[in-house]
């Protein structure tokens, strides 16, 4: 399985959420499908991604939020698992790209590739549903039934170590700040 | 257990007049009052972390959507929270108001807190983030109105020290 076919297969339901993804290939990708305005991208602080989204759905608990996180990342900040799991925000999914890999700087296995389970993990610090999945369909499938449940959610997406050529795009880091910044304040939810 | 709550509760009440609704903390000695206030409010939200760092990327996100917050944390936190300081708060511009409580400097006991003691300012420093120390209690509503209104005129980080003479009542 890609993560931009998976990208490109929710790409529809990422309307009307706020989105927040990690550095490296899955915010390239992202913006290569199409750049709006609900998209940021954390462009490194590794780890914080989590938390980053996990602060946008405290402040606007009415906001259905998606982080788009990925197994490097995710391992740098296990202990935030722990206060996601015990804030629970019922509107943020949590996505985890998990290709086993390091992938932008030349692809060093993670712990994931030698049978670290991070659905395992996340169900332990707590969060109500965790799921894994190897398949498109069954990626959807799990996005879509997490949007409707209304609770915190991860799941765990395995799929292959590749991506992009590059990784630098011509949106400006403040640029997308300030963008995601004006969509949060002056939109309000649906 | 000699930590002030008069100090706790002006700072509290100060935060809370700044605007901050959110507020993330790692637990830490001295601001075990602060922490207690900030749980028993139901007009703010805390948010108790397994470490400090995680505490800038909630700021960030709380800022983003329009909600003030503030950072309660030991030194060691802070210096715990660097990368996250750096390549995020920074590299985004997000104003950011950290109160840092000032351990192992002059009268400290711990041993532990000794060295994070000796290099705190230096790397707040290093950072380029405006630092204000609080020794005093009739200071602090001022100086977290001021260190806020940095912190969004800037679009930075700023820190307020939290000293011994201001957190703890004895010599």
Redesign the interface.
């Known amino acids: 399985m890609e993560r931009r076919a998976c990208l490109e297969a929710i790409y529809g339901d990422l309307q009307d959420v706020?989105v927040?993804t990690i550095m490296g290939a899955v915010a390239a990708e992202l913006q290569a499908i199409g750049h709006r305005p609900n998209f940021?991208y954390?462009?490194?602080?590794?780890?914080?991604?989590?938390?980053?989204?996990?602060?946008?759905?405290?402040?606007?608990p009415s906001?259905p939020v998606v982080v788009l996180d990925g197994d490097g990342s995710l391992l740098m900040?296990l202990?935030?698992l722990?206060?996601l799991a015990?804030?629970r925000p019922r509107n943020l999914v949590h996505v985890v790209f998990d290709n086993e890999s390091l992938l932008s700087v030349g692809g060093f296995p993670t712990a994931t590739s030698t049978g670290s389970d991070l659905a395992a993990i996340a169900k332990a610090a707590g969060v109500p549903r965790t799921v894994t999945v190897h398949s498109i369909p069954d990626f959807v499938t799990a996005f879509r039934e997490a949007r409707a449940a209304g609770d915190l959610t991860t799941i765990v997406a395995k799929v292959d170590a590749i991506g992009p050529k590059a990784f630098v795009t011509d949106l400006a880091?403040?640029e997308n700040?300030y963008q995601?910044?004006r969509y949060?304040?002056d939109r309000p939810p649906l | 257990m000699p930590v002030s709550e008069r100090s706790s509760a002006v700072i509290f009440t100060s935060l809370k007049d700044a605007g901050v609704r959110i507020m993330s903390a790692l637990p830490e000695t001295w601001l075990v009052h602060l922490i207690r206030m900030a749980e028993e409010d139901p007009d703010v939200n805390l948010v108790r972390l397994a470490k400090e760092e995680e505490g800038v990327g909630i700021s960030m996100g709380a800022h983003l959507a329009g909600v003030r917050s503030a950072m309660l944390m030991q030194n060691h936190g802070f210096l715990a929270s660097v990368n996250g300081i750096v390549s995020g708060a920074q590299l985004y511009r997000i104003p950011l108001l950290m109160l840092v409580s000032a351990r192992g400097e002059f009268g400290e006991r711990d041993p532990w807190q000794t060295e994070g003691g000796g290099v705190t300012v230096p790397v707040l420093d290093a950072l380029r983030i405006p630092t204000r120390r609080v020794d005093d209690v009739t200071s602090v509503p001022r100086a977290i109105a001021e260190s806020m209104t940095l912190a969004y005129s800037a679009s930075r980080p700023v820190a307020l020290l939290l000293g011994r003479s201001l957190m703890w009542e004895e010599a």
Do not use: I, P
Not at chain 1, 42 to 60: E, N, P, T
């Open positions: 706020a927040v940021f954390l462009q490194h602080a590794m780890g914080l991604a989590s938390s980053l989204g996990l602060g946008v759905a405290l402040a606007q906001r900040n202990g935030g722990t206060t015990r804030y880091l403040l700040r995601f910044a949060l304040q």
